[in-house]
Every structure is written in structure tokens, then in C-alpha cells.
């Protein structure tokens, strides 16, 4: 099975960066869709970003476009998300996932998603 852990959550102020990693485990890695979703508190579990593996294509939710960039090392078997211009309305625990599936509409649906990382919480303060 795949195992997967995320890093690099904290506290940063509004305006600032993160970088988000997760490290996942087994040789399949490759042939995985990878993706981001957060969960504030008194919230549901949402979709932040993804990357397909078939396709290459890349997916994010509306209200990270063009601030978080979500890239994969398959040499290292690690995704990341790297998060700009950090809002409020950013904070949550992070968690990545794995799916073997491929396209947009599995790509951006947490029941799609087959392992999960344990999270990481990103606070982001004004």
C-alpha cells in the first residue's frame, strides 16, 4: 500500500508563503493522481489542487488558482504545493492523497482518493 506524509505546514502571516510537501511511499508513485485538499475548522473537506498522472494536467479550486502551484518529483516521490499570497481563508490542515484513477472529475473528489497523508496545519494570521 502507499503511505504518504506531509510536511512544511506552520504559521505565517497574510501576504506569505508556504511550501507544502508530502513523501509517499512504494514504487507506484508515478502512476498515481496526486492531490491537495483542506479541512478548516466547522468545515467540509475540500479540494485545493491536483495533478494527474496520465495526463499531466494540473486542477486547482477556484480560490487557489494562480496563488498555490502544485509540482511533482517522481525521481523522489514527493509532491508539493507551494502556497502564495496566503489569505485567511487559508487555514486548515492540509492533507495530501493518492489516487489511481485519471481526469478532472475523479482528479477533484476526495472519494476518488484511495491514501491519505496524516495532515498538516497551515495557520495563516492577520
Known amino acids: 500500500q502507499v503511505q504518504l506524509v506531509e510536511s512544511g505546514g506552520g504559521l505565517v502571516q497574510a501576504g506569505g508563503s508556504l511550501r507544502l510537501s508530502c513523501a509517499a511511499s512504494?514504487?507506484?508513485?508515478?502512476?498515481?493522481?496526486m492531490g491537495w485538499f483542506r479541512q478548516a475548522p466547522g468545515k467540509e473537506r475540500e479540494f485545493v489542487a491536483a495533478?494527474?498522472?496520465?495526463?499531466?494536467?494540473?486542477y486547482y479550486a477556484d480560490s487557489v488558482k494562480v496563488r498555490f502551484t502544485i509540482t511533482r518529483d517522481n525521481a523522489k516521490n514527493t509532491v508539493y504545493l507551494q502556497m502564495n499570497s496566503l489569505k485567511l481563508e487559508d487555514t486548515a490542515v492540509y492533507y495530501c492523497?493518492?489516487?489511481?484513477?485519471?481526469?478532472?472529475?475523479?482528479?477533484?473528489?476526495?472519494?476518488?482518493?484511495?491514501?491519505w497523508g496524516q495532515g498538516t496545519q497551515v495557520t495563516v494570521s492577520s
Open positions: 495533478h494527474d498522472w496520465n495526463t499531466g494536467s494540473t
Open positions: 512504494g514504487r507506484t508513485f508515478s502512476s498515481y493522481t
Open positions: 492523497a493518492a489516487s489511481p484513477l485519471w481526469g478532472s472529475w475523479s482528479a477533484q473528489r476526495s472519494t476518488q482518493y484511495n491514501y
